[in-house]
């Protein structure tokens, strides 16, 4: 894999997640699933353009990015808690290290704002988000197992010491028509990407 890039083209399309949350504090996992859909996007996409102009960045520095949606529920929901939404990226690269630079979101993982994260491709193809915010950090690692397989691993840690730590799988739901489309399911899907 060359840049981040490529893991969002990848990543395009529709998937499955089933995730574990451990609350260190409260020594518990609590259980949870989503439905993501992920779409990559051009360097010259309006989206891409405008999350650039959101956070003063020159738009041409953009190599692209991905607008990603999600739906799900946790094991601990309570009755008015709602686990939707959908939020852009823009890849800003390093000029000298493609393989690092800046990722601009629309909104975080920890926090509903506008937020700058680094990230970088590690040795082993897998794609490293680190954002830092007013009141705490995330690190999240991503890879693929195989092309409809990939995995997720983020930490959330809070100042004062409480911390999460999540594993996640995401299976790729294959395109099916409206004819062959299964009925609707009860359960509800729970987004951790919040990339």
Known sequence: MKDAMEFFQQSTGRWRSQRTT???????AEPGESQIEVEALAADHPK?????QLHEVDPSLAIGGAYVAWHGSMAWDKDDENHQGSTVFALIPDAE????????RERGYAE??????QYH???EDGLVLTTEYETM??????WFANPDLRMRTSTVKRFGGFSTA??????????TSDAEAPAAESTKYFSYFGW
């Open 137 to 142: 950090s995330s690190t999240e690692r991503f």
């Open 97 to 104: 290290t493609p393989r690092r630079g800046t990722l601009l």
């Open 112 to 117: 509903i704002v506008p937020v700058a994260g």
């Open 22 to 28: 451990h609350h260190l504090a409260f020594k518990r």
């Open 166 to 175: 999540t594993f996640c799988t995401e299976t790729r739901i294959a395109e």
């Open 121 to 123: 491709i590690d040795d």
């Open 48 to 52: 891409v353009i405008e999350i650039c």
